[in-house]
């Protein structure tokens, strides 16, 4: 990139409290970026990327999904219109509703064994449902061009038009949860199961994060010391730690492995609000913020970052893949990049006025076991989308 040019940053979103997750950004102004842009460590520039389904039925914003970890594999959304869907990755048609929620649902989490969803929500609570839905009958993929991750970028504001969205009204519904934990006194912006299913955490804009028992509902600890509200909340997929977000610009890493004691430390290597901080599979915690920065770090020494990824645009909620550990970077300014543990950027996939997304993307989420899809986002344009990452290609080019 050889020529300076200039990017528009995202504009002030007019967001209402208990309903939207994301704060009010500063006005427009526009800012040069080949500086910042100069900063990337060395990327590869032609990588396969290809967008194979697009899932929509949402009336508003998506601002979390996932995929289910027990067969059947669908996908989860949450959305700011007080619903989440359940999704055929392959067809693209919704499966399921829940409509139990009088707020916006701000994250969606499955259970590790069991069909269970858990979900969080501006109501201030968060619910733990059943599903059971039947896959229909799989429909060719099309033969979608393979597009180079780097090529065909455009920035038009292009939006959808806001009439009535069509093929998701005829699919079932849920309206009353298993469980609903209650204690908050906020938004309930995130929520996940702790290892082995048998608790909860969830995070909330009263500060605090709380830990409940699954079967009884009880609030076993709840989590404080946070200055500022929570923004997100992950486990550990094999241990008993939790990682918590903030707007006070840290992350606090709790440890449960001892049932006697639990410990905390706070972690201070972002200068804005910390969107998202995420385990890896072994020993890593991955952090973004709209500081414009990731870090990298390791678990048995957190006293500085191991890496730091410097971007043009704040950073959502960031996924970490199982296998590879490749991280995908959700953007303000509809972007979807791919770096490797190092800082390293991998791939940008493809975003033009014909395919991605055209709103703040809020969420990414890996499923490298789907032959079809293996990387989710969604975003404020009401959409997820179903990529395919040719990840050996990837790598190769690396």
Known sequence: MNDAFFLLLPFSLNLFSGLCPKRTRTPVCIVPIFNIVSSFKATTSRAV????????GHRDGIWDLSA?????????????????????????????????????????????????????????????????????????????THTPCEDDVDFSDKDDADGEVEGSNDCPSVRV????????????IAADWLVGGKQVVTASWDRAANLYDVETSELVHSLTGHDQELTHCCTHPNQRLVVT??????????????????????????TDTVTSAV???????????????????????????????????????????????IIALPHDNRQVR??????????????????????????????????TCNLFTCGFDRQAIGWNINIPALLQEK
Not at 113 to 118: G, H, S, Y
Request: one cysteine or more; a positive charge; charged letters at 20%.
């Open 49 to 56: 990327c290809q967008l194979v389904k697009e899932y929509v």
């Open 68 to 144: 289910t970890r027990t067969q059947p594999v669908v996908l989860g959304t949450a959305s700011a219109d007080h619903t989440a869907m359940l999704w055929s990755i392959e067809t693209g048609k919704c499966l399921l509703k829940y409509l139990g929620h009088q707020g916006s649902v701000n994250s969606i989490k499955f259970h590790p064994t069991e069909q269970m969803a858990l979900t969080a929500s501006g109501d201030q609570t968060a619910h733990i449902w059943r599903y059971m839905v039947q896959l229909p009958a799989p429909q060719p993929v099309a033969d979608t």
């Open 177 to 188: 949860p298993t469980t609903t934990l209650r204690s908050h006194q906020g938004v309930v």
């Open 245 to 270: 977000s903030s707007r006070d610009t840290t992350f606090r890493l709790w440890d449960f492995r001892d049932p006697s004691i639990h410990s905390v430390n706070v972690f201070q290597g972002h």
């Open 279 to 325: 385990f890896t599979v072994g020993d890593n915690v991955v952090s973004g913020s709209d500081d414009r920065t990731v870090k990298v770090w390791d678990l048995k020494n957190m006293r500085s970052p191991i890496a730091t990824i410097r971007t043009d645009s704040a950073v959502n909620r960031i996924s970490v893949s199982v296998n590879q550990k």
């Open 338 to 371: 791919l770096f490797d543990m190092s800082g390293v950027r991998l791939a940008r996939l493809p975003r033009s006025n014909r395919q991605g997304h055209r709103r703040m993307v809020c969420c990414s989420a890996w499923c490298e076991d789907n032959t």
